[in-house]
């Protein structure tokens, strides 16, 4: 008896060991930096650097202005222990060779589509850079994704640490008019969110809709799939796409389908249907219209994972949300502490303008002009949530209520 109990109790300490290392936490709790040497390097004439933000509660970002994209989120789980929420990979050198470019950058001028790779404004033609079939994707072959912005790291009137970074875009890049410049200044709260502020201007008329491309995994490591997230998308419509998931420029209901996250649903239980807009993407690839009632910063997502408890909310002042379920990921790149990018291991939550806008006019309109000032801020809040199962049960009873379902 004795003997029995005794391989019970270390196996649960063996057991509380491997879901605090082994699942891209730390059995002490705390978050492990990456060394910001490792980012130190020249790219394109310019220096290259790792910004680390913290916060009283143990919350870690880290940045790198190379495509100023966020290498490392850990975030805390209902066990206390933090988890490394994004992927990434852990030297400069790393993502300089890796397939996918879009890990953690923000992408731009334009995030997401434009078919064609062409658009008109003021009665001209622009032709952008085609990198995506016959389309142009996410800023072209040489977007914002792929320079090495100006850094200026400060602590804000709240005492909550930023990192602000710029970016001038010169007339003519992939083919877009007009010198832009833009900043977009990443703020970790006291309150364990990161918040993402985006201000630009330009000296002639143009188009402008960039978003942060960050995959998440809330297991903290793609040994675990995201098909046990449980998501909730706050729109009832969205808009369809043809072949080349380019925009139709109709608006339909989510109705019925599966692109009805109106109640919290997990994501692996229709990834696989076989409805048309779902076989184009090979899952989840679509561009939700949000059901929003002004301007100003609105819950547009939430995401919780039962295994570990976390629960991420998405706030932002944009009219669309694209969610992406790694559809495309095939394994070849490996990340931070040896994780494999696999498919459907990472999903992308990209809070933007419609895809294709430019070319649709009833779309909301993407166009900067000069003495126009675009702003745009977007909110990733997470919480710990103990509640496991009972979450979704608890998010279905209050959601059917809300929006009338039986």
Not at 122 to 137: K, S, W
Not at 195 to 211: H, M
Not at 227 to 233: A, E, F, K, N
Request: glycine share 12%; charged share 20%.
């Amino acid at each position: 008896m004795k003997n029995r109990l005794l391989r019970t109790v270390i196996l649960l300490g063996l057991l509380g060991i491997w879901a605090g290392c082994g699942q891209g936490g730390h059995r002490h709790g705390e978050a492990i930096p990456i060394p910001e040497s490792a980012f130190e390097k020249t790219v394109q004439g310019k220096p290259v650097s790792l910004y680390t933000l913290r916060n009283e509660r143990g919350m870690l970002v880290q940045i790198t202005n190379y495509g100023a994209r966020v290498v490392a989120l850990w975030a805390p789980g209902a066990d206390s222990v933090h988890r490394d929420v994004v992927w990434g990979y852990e030297t400069i050198d790393d993502y300089l060779a890796a397939g996918d470019r879009f890990s953690g950058p923000i992408v731009g001028r334009y995030g997401n589509r434009i078919g064609g790779a062409r658009f008109e404004l003021d009665g001209r033609e622009y032709r952008l850079t085609v990198n995506d079939g016959a389309n142009h994707l996410h800023g072209g072959s040489g977007g914002f994704a792929d320079k090495v912005w100006d850094a200026r790291p400060f602590v804000n009137e709240a005492g909550e640490q930023a990192v602000e970074m710029g970016y001038l875009s010169p007339d003519g890049e992939e083919g877009y008019p007009g010198t832009l410049s833009i900043s977009v200044t990443y703020t970790l709260t006291a309150d364990n969110a990161l918040r993402i502020d985006y201000r630009a201007t330009t000296d002639a008329p143009t188009v402008l809709n960039p978003t942060s491309h960050v995959y998440f995994n809330l297991n903290g490591t793609s040994a675990r799939g995201i098909g046990s997230h449980v998501l909730t998308i706050h729109a009832g419509r969205y808009t369809p796409t043809d072949g080349g998931l380019i925009p139709t420029g109709e608006l339909a209901s989510v109705e019925g389908t599966p692109l009805d996250f109106r109640t919290a649903t997990p994501i692996g239980w229709r990834v696989e249907s076989d409805f048309p807009a779902m076989r184009s993407a090979g899952g989840y690839d679509h561009n939700w219209v949000l059901d929003r009632t002004g301007d100003s910063l609105e819950l547009a997502a939430e995401v919780y994972e039962p295994y570990t408890g976390i629960l991420m909310k998405v706030w932002t002042d944009r009219p669309g949300l694209q969610f992406y379920s790694g559809n495309f990921m095939d394994g070849s790149d490996v990340g931070k502490r040896g994780d494999r990018h696999d498919f459907r291991t990472g999903i992308a939550l990209e809070t933007q303008n419609f895809p294709d806008a430019p070319n649709h006019d009833n779309f909301p309109s993407t166009v900067l002009r000069p003495g126009e000032t675009y702003t745009q801020t977007s909110v990733y809040a997470f919480e710990m949530n103990k509640e496991g199962r009972s979450y979704v049960r608890n998010r279905r009873k209050t959601q059917d209520k809300t929006i009338g379902h039986e």
